[in-house]
């Protein structure tokens, strides 16, 4: 098999608008791309912080299926992961921009790297980790 590279984790929404707003304005992202497909009654958008589709770069794809307001999460998923140079100030634009912060800044666990939890409006959990660069 030849090298591949990490295009996108897709996650479903209730509410594109909404969930839009929340990675732009609260965790800094870019609305890359998005893709309209009446036909099949979804909507694709692609959020990340880079330049749209550049090598190693990942990204989140929101899909909103017309008419679906709520999806369950089972048990298998567990969270997406953001680097960012500040956690608690992070949680503090969060939580200032109506988000939820579920595990206050602090360090990981049984070790010194500064996290934290945060929640989409899907309820969707993401881990913010403290990184220099």
């Not at 990340?48 to 307001?69: A, D, F, H, R």
Request: one cysteine or more.
């Amino acid at each position: 098999m030849t090298t591949g590279r990490f295009l996108h984790t897709m996650i479903r929404v209730g509410d594109l608008e909404r969930s839009i707003a929340f990675y732009t304005k609260l965790l800094g992202m870019k609305e890359l791309r998005r893709r309209d497909v009446p036909e099949g009654k979804y909507t694709l958008a692609f959020l990340g912080y880079g330049e749209g589709n550049k090598e190693g770069q990942g990204e989140i794809e929101l899909t909103y299926n017309y008419g679906v307001e709520k999806y369950e999460h089972g048990n298998a998923f567990g969270h997406l992961a953001i680097g960012v140079p500040d956690v608690k100030a992070a949680c503090e634009a969060v939580r200032a921009g109506g988000g939820k912060v579920t595990r206050e800044p602090g360090p990981v666990k049984f070790g010194t790297t500064v996290i934290a939890f945060v929640e989409d409006p899907d309820g969707y959990k993401i881990e913010l980790i403290e990184r220099m660069s």
